[in-house]
Structures are given as C-alpha cells and as structure tokens.
C-alpha cells in the first residue's frame, strides 16, 4: 500500500469511461508532418548538418535524426516519417509560440532507417551505454514534463539513487494513455524500469498506480510477482497524485524539500511511456517518433486512444478520431488541469502530448471571478501547503517581492487552487505570473 | 470543418472547476442557520420571526441600493449578514432597531470597505455592536424576553428575565441540559446549543468553516470556565460547560468567528484566531463591565488577521524546521 497520503489535492470527476476500455489504435503515419525543434526541457534542437544535411528537398527515413543539440540538458529529435523535407520554418507549437520545425512529406512507403537494429542485452549494457542509448533515441519524460531522460538517469556521483519510481498515476482527469499502456505494454514498462534500475545502480523500482484503475494495478501485479526488487504500489486516488514530489512521497513516504530534485531524496521517476520508449529503444533501437495520447471530450466524435506519429497535426489526429462536432468550444493539448488551451488545431503533437481534448460549451468558457472571499479552500487545496490566494494577490498587486517571500516559487502549477475558488479567480494564472517576474528580476 | 475552430476560447488551466461558488456557500450557511432560526421562532414566537425577515431583507434592500443592483439575492452574503444580527438581537427587538442595525451592517460593516471580500470587521458584529453603544436599554441583557416555548402568538415583551451571565445566581436554577436545547432567555439564535451545533457539523461536512476555529474558541472558554470559575455549581466542570452554553459563544464560536472574509486564511492563525476570542470573551465576562464579551472579542481578533495571517505562514511540503 501507498506509504503516506500527500495534504490537500482534489477531487474532480475523471471523466475517464468513454476511453478507459478502449484499446490503443495505431494511426496511420500522416502524409505530411510537422516536427518541432524543441520537444523537451533544455537547449532547443539545431538541424542536422552532417553525413545527411537536414535541409529543404531533403530525402529522410523513419527514425532519422534530424535535430540535435550538443548540451547536456537536451534531446536529439528524429523523423517519423520517410520522406521528402518541404519546408523548415517557424510553425505553431502547442505551447503557444512559434518554434523552428521541419516539415516532411511522407512518401507513403515509412521506410525505416538502416541504422535502427537492436542495442543488445539488457545484462550485456553498462549504465554508460544504456544512458547513451536513452539519450540518441531522443526520450524525454511523456508524463508532459519532457525532462530528458538520459539527465534523470546520470545523477551525479555524490547523489546515490536507491530507488526508481514508474508513475502511473494518471492522475489528470478525461486522459487515459498512460491506463492503456500498463495494459497492453506491461511487459515493456518491467523491461525499462529495469533498464533504468540498471543505469541508476538503485536497489528497487517501484510501479504507482492510482487505484481507480483496478485492471492496471492487476496487470502490472502479476507481471512483477516474480521480481524480488519491483513492487506496485497501489496510489491513493486524487489529483496531483501524479506529481513528482506527491507521487514519491506516496511511493517512500520522503518528501522532497523545497527547491530540490528528487534525486536529493535517492529517487528518480519516470512515466510509464518513458519506460516503454526506453525498452524500445533498447530492445529495438527504436528513436521515440511516436507516442500514445487520448483524444477524448464532449466534441470528439469517437473518443480513442491512439498511437501517433510526432509531428502528426492536431487536426489529423481529430479526423482520424471521427472529427469535432458543432459544440466543440474550447481544444486543449494536454489534460483539462494543466493542458493548454489552442487557438485552432494547426499544431503539432509532440513528445509531450499525453491527449487531445475538445470542450464543449458546457465546460469550456469564460468566467467572471468575483473579489477572494478569503474562504481558504485554495490553502487547504495546495499539495505543497502555499497560500495560493496571498501569492495571487501580491502577484495581481505588482508586490513580487511579497509573492517571493509567500514561496510563489514552490508552485508547481498543478492548479488545484483555481479549480476549487468559489470566486473563480484564476489564482494559478496569477501565480504563474508572478513567477515569471520573480525569475526574470533574478537573471537580471 | 475550419469553421468550427472559430469561436474557440484559449484560456489557461485549468479549464475545469469545481461546482462552488459564493452563492452556494452563502447558501448553505443560510442552511445551516435554518435550525436555529427555529428554535428562535419556537422559543420566542412570532416577534422573532418578523425580526428575522426584517433583518435579513433590510439587508438585501440596502446592498442592492447600495450597489446599485436589480439582484437583490445576488450573491447571498447580504441575507447572511441579515440573519446573523438577527440571531444577536433580543426577541422584543422594536422594528427600528432591527433596519437599524441590519443597515449599519451592511453599509458600515461591509460596503464602506469596498463589499464582500473586502471588509475587515464582521458585518453582522458591527450592526450588533452599533446598537449596543446606541440603544443600550434594548440591547443590554438584563430585562429580555425569556422564552415561551411553543406560544407562537405570545407577546414575548410580556414575559421578561435576565440572561445568565447578567444574573448568574439565575444560572443555578437552570440545568445545563435545558440551556443546551436553548430555553433560557437571550438573544434570538444565540440560546439554543443543540441547534446551532446541528448547523455547525454541516457546515464542517460542507468544508466551509475550519474546524480549528471554533475547537479554539469553545476550547479555550471552557478551560478558563474550568479554572477561574470556580463554580457557583459547586462543580469545576459544569461551570466549564456553562460558560461555553451560556451567551453567545455557541453562535459566536460557529458563525461569527467562523466568517470567512474577517478571519486568517492560514491553519495555525485560526488556532490562535479561535483561542484570542475566546481569552477575550473570558476576560470581559470576569472583568469588564459588560456581562457578554463575544461580540467585542471577535470585532478585536478581527483586527488582528491581516497579522496573525502573516506570521502564520504554513511551512511548505519537505521543509524541514531549522530548530526541529
């Protein structure tokens, strides 16, 4: 059983029975893709100079690389189409900016790079090599964070790691990606936990699941009854059971203190998605080019859980999901709690993109926040016990010195405080900004 | 199929929220209020009724007015407010000094300050204290209605009795089961326990009052009931539980220092918030020249909230205390 249960949290409707069932359908690869530079936290990707320059009318395979960056703190992209390059330029990013992508015209056939062939045995890799392999496939975290992997998997030497944690939380409400894929790829995610147990030196993995997801906790039970060092740990359901510091203090029962890494704590995690890319990548020496997301809510024609190409467009994705209706008013990248919002569906999915989810009217719209009735339910809700209300308020204010000084910087964003104000002040918005300021003055 | 990506909203996160709002909180308060509006109407009869209606629409009245709104309703804190002083006043309250006192609450108790979420001393405490430094021969607690039970039709002026804290060598007559269900004389909502504990359990089941207030405040009124009451039951305990059923602590305790908008936002400040009033009622009801304190107690500890919010501020998730 879980160790602790983190203070606060909530409890929204999960939304999660039109897709939960469903099985996970391979999308076609897409004619044309459009594959951003920067898919992950870190140094942005520069195109492809040598042996095969990345360039306009440039013939590509399947699992070619592309873009790459020498820093440390990045992660080297690869096509996910065989091809022709049509275009490189900026282009919608679901962030919300433009960012450089490439654009490539399938040519229908999806031939595979000759380079890809397996990496070997699990027992013949050093952690060296597995990290090595984690890093040119291009896996990053796709819980959403995107985090490198490699990085995660090479602590420094004075950091020992004794414990590896699978997040399978899914915690976020309608997103059932993560749920399908400990069903049918529990195989894959033992194999790459065990791959990352591997390159970290630690003692133990273990697998959390939220326990409104009964078949998952079964499946990755049984899988694991014959390990001696892999465990699952059944997780309290509540939202954001997902994040990193709830989910570890779930797992162990540590709490990562303020401002650090959780390797402060002895422990890396990883979402299940990674751990199949990684077994991928091992056992295949298959790049991450492709990705299961949910396509769900009230304006999706057929909800789904798909497997798709990177750099695959929204609008793609959605005819391949039967389409949007009428009453579609808001399409979101991502989860409703922390997802974000698009302005059309012209943008492509990247490594990030756990879900496509379309709003109707009934949940998507405007709403008028009224003054703080100081009811603290958004103290009470805040998983790292902040005063979401006094930051927002110093935030709203100008006074960035007091929101600093009121932990703005602890917030992890997760939005519990917005999502159960009465008033319906959009605290979390306020919050963020007051981060952002308190950052920008600190570089300066 | 472009078309329908036209009307679309980009907003940030998240993009679900929960069901509440200020409308539905007022409302489950006016709930929650409801079994003591009861027992007043049962134990004071008609007279309380109407106080009650006049309280709480010359509240509503006078904030629409105020703000210049068609809604009278609105959001519900007006009504609250109304029926909250309602609750203070003596059952042969004249009609005047209810529109007084329901106005001044609102306009000086809310709307001077900028409206709801803005003011900083209870609105329905600055209607009630108002009325007590103005009309002190209607608000004083020794020659109130004492309580008819079931008589609805009684002229409740009729029968007159002195509360317990003015009189306390009454007390003695009264067992402490009968204060609990509220037949002692008082304020309107303020004498029966039993009623406003039922309220109470509701709105912690609600998650709209923070348990540690009113533990804090009844806490503290006991314990100090306990130590320097000595007892003219003979009894330490006993004396402890009059003190806590006796006036307005039970009302007090619940619903007034429970308010959200006067109260700290923060877990230890309404700790401390709960435990100052209930130092402060303890130290008029010894000491001062008036037999009640609640009402003062909370309108001071009230004050104190901006600070006691800023040195509270909880310790973050992993923070580890330097002198642990």
């Not at chain 1, 299961?292 to 793609?316: E, F, W």
């Not at chain 2, 009894?235 to 806590?244: D, I, P």
């Amino acid at each position: 059983m879980a160790k602790a249960k983190f203070a606060g949290g909530i409890h929204p409707e999960y939304m999660k029975e039109s897709t939960s069932s469903l099985d996970i359908v391979q999308m076609p690869p897409p004619q044309k893709v459009v594959i951003p530079m920067q898919q992950h936290i870190g140094a942005p990707c520069e195109l492809v100079t040598e042996v095969k320059k990345i360039e306009k009318g440039a013939e590509v395979k399947v699992g070619q690389k592309i873009g790459d960056h020498e820093g440390f703190v990045s992660s080297p992209i690869h096509s996910s189409v065989s091809g022709t390059v049509t275009d490189i330029g900026l282009y919608n990013h679901p962030m919300g900016t433009k960012v450089t992508a490439v654009t490539i015209e399938s040519d229908g056939r999806d031939e595979w790079d000759e380079n890809i062939k397996p990496q070997g045995d699990l027992n013949d890799l050093s952690a060296e090599e597995i990290r090595k392999i984690a890093r040119e496939a291009g896996i990053v975290g796709l819980g959403g964070a995107t985090f490198p992997a490699h990085v995660k998997l090479s602590p420094p030497s004075d950091k020992p790691i004794d414990v590896v944690i699978i997040n399978g939380a899914e915690c976020e409400p309608y997103l059932t990606a993560d749920h399908r894929v400990m069903l049918e790829k529990s195989e894959e995610i033992v194999y790459g936990l065990k791959a990352m147990i591997k390159a970290l030196g630690a003692e133990k993995g273990i697998i959390g699941v939220e326990d409104n997801k009964p078949d998952a906790l079964q499946s990755m039970e049984e899988l694991v009854s014959e390990e001696e060092n892999i465990t699952v740990c059944p997780l309290n359901t509540k939202y954001p059971q997902g994040a990193e510091k709830m989910l570890i203090y779930a797992a162990t029962g540590r709490k990562v203190p303020p401002g650090a890494l959780p390797l402060e704590v002895g422990v890396v995690n990883h979402n299940v998605g990674t751990s199949v890319a990684l077994s991928e990548a091992i056992r295949e020496g298959k790049p991450l080019i492709e990705r299961v997301l949910t396509v769900t809510g009230a304006a999706v024609n057929k909800p789904s859980n798909l497997k798709v190409r990177i750099g695959t467009l929204a609008s793609d994705v959605i005819d391949f999901s039967g389409g949007l209706n009428e009453s579609l008013h808001k399409l979101i990248m991502g989860g409703p709690m922390m997802g974000l919002a698009q302005p059309g569906a012209d943008v492509p999915i990247i490594k990030g993109t756990s879900g496509i989810l379309a709003l109707t009217a009934d949940d998507a719209y405007l709403i008028e926040s009224s003054p703080c009735i100081r009811c603290s339910k958004c103290v009470s809700a805040c998983p790292v016990q902040l005063l979401p209300t006094s930051i927002a308020q110093a935030s709203e204010h100008g006074d960035y010195k007091r929101a600093e000084k009121l932990y703005a910087l602890d917030c992890f964003e997760c939005g519990c405080c917005s999502y159960v104000c009465p008033s319906k002040i959009p605290l979390v918005q306020w919050i963020r900004i007051g981060k952002a300021e308190i950052m920008n003055r600190k570089r300066k | 199929m472009i078309k329908i990506y036209e009307k679309l909203i980009v907003s940030s996160s998240p993009h679900i929220r929960s069901n509440e709002s200020v409308q539905s909180i007022m409302l489950d308060v006016l709930i929650a209020l409801f079994p003591a509006a009861l027992m007043a109407v049962l134990l004071f009869g008609y007279r309380a009724l109407i106080t009650m209606v006049l309280a709480v629409g010359t509240a509503m009245i006078v904030e629409a007015l105020w703000l210049r709104k068609r809604d009278v309703f609105s959001d519900g804190s007006a009504a609250v407010t109304g029926l909250l002083l309602a609750m203070t006043l003596p059952a042969a309250a004249p009609w005047w000094l209810t529109v007084v006192g329901s106005a001044s609450a609102i306009i000086i108790g809310k709307q001077v300050f900028g409206g709801i979420g803005y003011n900083i001393f209870n609105p329905a405490l600055v209607g009630r204290a108002i009325l007590v430094v103005s009309w002190g021969g209607h608000m004083a607690g020794d020659i109130w209605p004492s309580p008819q039970p079931f008589a609805f039709g009684a002229d409740v002026s009729a029968v007159t009795g002195a509360t317990v804290l003015s009189v306390p060598e009454k007390a003695v007559m009264l067992s402490l089961p009968e204060m609990f269900i509220g037949n002692m004389a008082g304020c309107l909502g303020e004498t029966s326990g039993l009623a406003l504990l039922i309220g109470g359990i509701w709105l912690v089941y609600k998650g709209h009052i923070d348990l540690r207030i009113p533990v804090g405040f009844i806490g503290t009124i006991f314990l100090l009931g306990l130590v320097l009451g000595g007892g003219f039951y003979g009894n330490h305990l006993m004396t402890g539980l009059f003190h806590v059923l006796a006036g307005g602590v039970m009302l007090g305790a619940i619903y007034m220092a429970t308010d959200l908008v006067t109260t700290p936002v923060t877990p230890n400040g309404r700790l401390i918030f709960g435990i100052g009033c209930g130092l402060i009622t303890m130290a008029v009801r010894f000491w001062g020249t008036y037999p009640e304190g609640v009402t003062y107690a909370i309108l001071i500890m009230n004050a104190f909230t901006p600070i006691i919010d800023n040195f509270t501020i909880p310790q973050r998730f992993g923070e580890v205390n330097e002198s642990a």
